[in-house]
């Protein structure tokens, strides 16, 4: 019935065609458009931060932050913290997010400076469909708003099988750039000590003999890791 | 009702100081139990990963992000998203969390190797708070944990105000650090370029005339901003 009253409201606004389309990209009939509206104005367009989606963006990055971290808590019952931290970095990359916002339509809604040629290189789409997120909570609520991100956001559009099997072995992947840049990669133990009842040992990563960056673990392949993972973020290695 | 059958059947349990002790910190009683004890298991206990709070630590964190999220959206209705996504960070984080939690009394209710000493100087309790909050919300759903949040740990424990205070201006910050310990700090302009139809400034934070980090932004006064940040972080200087 409520569903009803709104699509009857919506008939006689002048934003039917935007409430149709937004119909089929959120699965329900929105209430309360304006909060639609902002999610979809980027700042190129209105520079007034209550008029553009920018504040939204941070209430539903947030947002679809917990509703990805309980979805991976209960897909993975026996994968440790660190998978699902890594996990749930790998779904809501500004890069994967972009590519599902671009899949679903949101170029043809969002609102910028087209002129703005930087712009279409940049993760604006990626960006407004964290707003869209922060916009569905604010007017259905958070139980709607996980419906939403489960059906219409994870299942058709982001391949967890794909995103599983990315190399997560910082070592390899540091290894191999260094070898086609001809650097010379070691890496040396600097330090073992006693943490209350556990050893703690602490990596450094060594180009050509100089100390890039150092990590820190439970046992040396931990470490390893860390310290491979800060010198690829360092270097600005791409994966 | 339900509440009143929760609790006689916790008044028969082994484990009723446990619920008293649960049903005053949370407000509420308990429906499942065992999800709170995991939340109140540190890892120095016990290692096995579907034994301690680490999984559940995870869970709360985002769940806790994405209500204070909302709180701070809705409190300051005209702050861009920096200042929103700045108060959360010195809400959620690492100090606040386990200064909240050690006045809850969490100290008293977690499992922890108490031989081991290098503990009592971690957040292990901050970090057990945001397990928790994972416990509640599985136990409790959504509602009941932002109510939980916003009543029980936000209201009574943390001090907007003064967080709202604490000196945000970096520059002057990595200033004084820099006056303190004799080094020549400058701020230069290493590049000002169209992206789009905006300008975009690189400033360079120099000490003792070498390049520390870069920072960009719209203008000169915000990418001073980032720089002085990042360059703070790299020289792990305490706020």
Redesign the interface.
């Known amino acids: 019935m409520r569903r009803f009253t709104a699509r009857i409201l919506h008939f006689f606004s002048p934003n039917k065609q935007l409430v149709l389309q937004l119909e089929h990209l959120l699965g329900y009939t929105p209430k309360h458009l304006p909060y639609y509206q902002l999610a979809l104005m980027h700042r190129?367009k209105i520079e007034e931060?209550?008029q553009n989606n920018?504040?939204l963006?941070?209430?539903g990055?947030?947002?679809l932050?917990?509703i990805?971290?309980?979805y991976l808590?209960k897909k993975y019952?026996?994968q440790?913290?660190g998978y699902?931290?890594e996990m749930?970095s790998r779904i809501v990359r500004r890069e994967t997010l972009n590519n599902v916002a671009l899949r679903m339509g949101l170029n043809k809604l969002v609102q910028y400076?087209q002129?703005?040629?930087?712009?279409s290189r940049s993760h604006i789409f990626g960006n407004a469909l964290e707003a869209l997120i922060?916009a569905v909570?604010l007017d259905q609520g958070?139980?709607r708003t996980r419906k939403f991100i489960l059906k219409q956001v994870i299942k058709p559009y982001i391949d967890i099988a794909m995103l599983e099997s990315t190399d997560t072995n910082y070592k390899n992947q540091l290894l191999s750039w260094a070898q086609k840049n001809s650097f010379v990669l070691t890496f040396d133990t600097l330090e073992e000590k006693i943490?209350?009842?556990?050893k703690v040992f602490t990596i450094g990563v060594m180009l050509d003999g100089d100390l890039i960056e150092t990590g820190a673990g439970y046992n040396k392949k931990e470490a390893g890791q860390v310290a491979a993972q800060k010198a690829l973020e360092k270097l600005k290695v791409k994966n």
Chains 1, 2 share one sequence.
């Open positions: 190129s931060l209550a920018e504040r963006e941070f209430l990055d947030a947002i932050g917990s990805v971290a309980e808590f019952p026996t440790p913290e699902l931290t749930r400076n002129n703005d040629r930087g712009l922060g909570y958070f139980s943490e209350g009842s556990r």
